[in-house]
């Protein structure tokens, strides 16, 4: 289904290299010149348009590393002729796909719902891989809660997901628009499948919704841990000033060096004072230990 030919064949693509010989083509098949342009050049956005009988239409898919590439092509009553830049995996995974199902290949309509399968397909195992790296980034968090990495995934996470669903749910407003009956060449046959590839876009939008909000609510839960663990330090220095404090007190006292006071005479003066600071600090301790504000509280919570 490449280039060599147009006799028997329904679907021709070309890429940058064979430029030439699709404005040849375009020359022999009498296309609107607009929509030659537009085969040629590389839309931002999946869009649709038509000229005179051709119907042209920009596609969005993912290839390795999350890179979006495009796919131009124009429908006519007989052909389908697409152009991309460089040799495309995807190119060759349609053509498998319609040298399973050979009745297929000779209908333009189903050649473009084969190019849709295949984007969609891409798109669904891109979703289930930013599950799995969403997934695997929520448990980092408790493992390594105070890791300053992980607030810069979760921005670069939401940078990719942003611009990754503007171009899924610009195709989903693609597939809307070939629903409508006045769109050339898109026959009742077809219609089906092309609300089953539109139904795909929908999940896949609705995913990357979801992932937005787990990512704000991954980001929020760092933070809440983050200032538990900082309460819990600053529990723990207060509860630790406490206990010292009224052996700070004792110590005081006695450190004065008044002339009348009897306990400076004492033979067991200093026994005296340290057991007093000692036995106020582990009174103190207890007390703390029995309120469940020092260690963990056995209360039987899982």
């Not at 809660?145 to 921005?155: D, K």
């Not at 006045?182 to 929908?202: A, G, M, T, W």
């Not at 529990?235 to 008044?258: D, E, W």
Request: aromatic share 12%.
């Amino acid at each position: 289904m490449r280039h060599d030919g147009i006799a028997e064949k329904c679907w021709i693509h070309f890429t940058e290299r064979t430029k030439h010989e699709l404005k040849l083509l375009a020359e022999q098949l009498k296309l609107h010149p607009l929509a030659t342009q537009s085969l040629l050049s590389e839309s931002h956005l999946p869009k649709i348009d038509v000229y005179d009988d051709s119907l042209f239409i920009s596609l969005a898919w993912i290839q390795e590393e999350w890179r979006v590439s495009r796919l131009q092509l124009i429908i006519t009553k007989q052909y389908v002729i697409s152009y991309t830049k460089n040799d495309e995996p995807m190119i060759e995974q349609v053509e498998k796909k319609l040298l399973h199902h050979p009745e297929e290949a000779v209908d333009p309509c189903f050649v473009f719902y084969r190019m849709l399968d295949v984007a969609t397909f891409h798109f669904l195992h891109v979703i289930d891989e930013i599950a799995n790296k969403i997934q695997a980034l929520e448990k980092q968090v408790f493992k390594t809660p105070f890791e300053n990495e992980i607030g810069h995934s979760v921005y670069r996470w939401k940078v990719k997901i942003h611009e990754l669903r503007q171009t899924i749910e610009a195709q989903e407003e693609m597939m809307k628009t070939l629903n409508h009956p006045e769109i050339p060449h898109i026959n009742e046959k077809i219609r089906p499948y092309l609300q089953d590839v539109s139904s795909r876009f929908s999940r896949s939008t609705a995913a990357l919704d979801a992932f937005k909000e787990t990512l704000s609510d991954i980001f929020n839960l760092q933070l809440s841990l983050k200032s538990d663990h900082m309460n819990t330090i600053m529990k723990t220095l207060t509860l630790v000033s406490v206990i010292f404090m009224p052996m700070t007190f004792v110590a005081g006292v006695y450190g004065m060096n008044f002339k009348w006071m009897p306990e400076l005479t004492w033979t067991y003066g200093y026994i005296y004072a340290l057991g007093l600071m000692g036995g106020l600090g582990i009174a103190i301790a207890f007390y703390f230990k029995k309120k469940g504000w020092w260690g963990k509280k056995k209360d039987g919570s899982i």
